[in-house]
């Protein structure tokens, strides 16, 4: 329990008001208040007069220690963002590891970003880039291994952008990902530069700027055919879920069969696995995720059953080949189609994984899709369901 609703509760089980409470601690009620309701930290001081105060057997110093650690911890996600950016600005103008170690580090990084918190993500990615960085500046490489050392740091960068996107800030994640393709063409890596473009367009969906995303996706497609992979797979489900945000039912289903038809294509496999790989899981899911934009009906039924294949397919998986975050926001696309086609029982059993999971495992894109759902069961179709009010308002209380 959070510590101001583990202080709420011991300070009315003692029968006390916020005065008493704040006289017997000799601090300011409305400040116990604040507390309360969780829009002031509590600092150690406090935490420890309230529980001798209220003999919580040392039940409110856990939740207090709990909570220092987590604004530890996101402190110094904060930071390591900003120093991240600031190499970013670095690669765009323009280390003790070798540079093989350096490859590995970054296949064993895009390999662990699936079943990892992007903030510890962030931080293993912006160390093995900033080795990188330093050997680029300094020219400590041999004479044919400069190309090599900014794949290493365009997919790193990539990794950044990632994470920066999961943590809620696109704008630090389109910085990292112009990084990114600054390297890719540097490097005259054409397989990165179109993942970069596919995950410019991702960023650029985020933020709800579909005729720029459909650019990056265009501009990415140029090199279709030139490199291994599924880089062309990724772009064209880019633009089904662009054109799908646009309302544009009959060209999203058609680029989708088109976008079937280039995985089909693809004999030779990524050059780099987990982050960098596209697989016939996430096309599905990306086939879900872009239906649910539609106008329901057949295109709700198509995204339910994409949904349920991709979360079957994960589950299947060994833990480590599974990408949890996706797996997760599947379960809510999967929820959306259910609402759309009015089965909100059926809508509640696909959210009941995302509403159990603890807030760190909540990322941006989980938050912002759930309130997707949350506001279709405000409709006035929805009024007098009771299912739909407790669905509603146990997706109101994620973040919380």
């Known amino acids: 329990m959070a510590f101001g609703s583990e202080l709420r509760e011991r300070r009315r089980a003692a029968g006390l008001s916020l005065g008493d409470l704040a006289q017997r601690v000799h601090i300011d009620r409305s400040h116990i208040h604040h507390v309360e309701s969780g829009r002031r930290s509590p600092t150690r001081e406090f935490a420890e007069a309230v529980e001798l105060v209220l003999g919580a057997d040392g039940q409110l110093m856990a939740a207090f220690e709990r909570e220092d650690r987590e604004r530890r911890e996101q402190a110094a996600t904060r930071r390591t963002l900003a120093a991240s950016l600031a190499a ?21 990084t895009a390999v662990d970003y699936l079943g990892t918190a992007p903030g510890p993500m962030l931080r293993r990615a912006d160390a093995l880039r900033g080795d990188a960085l330093s050997r680029l500046r300094d020219y400590r ?33 389109l910085e990292h990902a112009r990084a990114a393709g600054r390297c890719a063409q540097y490097a005259g890596d054409m397989e990165l530069l179109m993942w970069v473009r596919g995950t410019q367009s991702l960023i650029s969906r985020f933020n709800g700027d579909y005729r720029i995303a459909l650019d990056y996706v265009r501009d990415g497609l140029q090199y279709a055919g030139e490199v291994p992979g599924t880089g062309e797979a990724r772009l064209l489900c880019g633009e089904v879920q662009c054109l799908a945000n646009l309302g544009d039912s009959r060209a999203a289903n058609q680029t989708l069969r088109i976008a079937e038809q280039a995985r089909e294509r693809a004999h030779r496999p990524d050059t780099l696995a987990g982050l960098f790989e596209f697989s016939e899981t996430k096309q599905r899911y990306y086939a879900a995720s872009s239906l649910i934009w539609l106008n329901g009906g057949d295109d709700a039924r198509a995204a339910a059953t994409e949904a349920e294949a991709a979360i079957a397919s994960w589950e299947r998986m060994p833990p480590a080949q599974r990408s949890l975050d996706d797996e997760r926001l599947c379960h809510i696309y999967l929820a959306t189609a259910r609402v759309q086609l009015g089965e909100v029982e059926a809508a509640a059993e696909a959210m009941a994984p995302v509403l159990a999971l603890p807030v760190e495992d909540q990322i941006s894109w989980i938050n912002k899709r759930a309130r997707r759902v949350g506001g279709m069961l405000s409709a006035p179709r929805f009024q007098h369901a009771s299912a739909a009010t407790a669905l509603r308002e146990a997706i109101g209380a994620l973040g919380a």
């Open 88 to 108: 970013s600005r670095d690669l765009v103008e323009l280390a003790d590891l070798e540079l093989d170690e350096l490859h590995a580090g970054v296949e064993e």
């Open 141 to 173: 490489h041999g004479p044919h291994e400069r190309a090599d050392l900014y794949v290493v740091a365009g997919r790193l960068s990539g990794i950044l952008a990632y994470a920066a996107l999961d943590l809620g800030d696109p704008g630090a994640a």
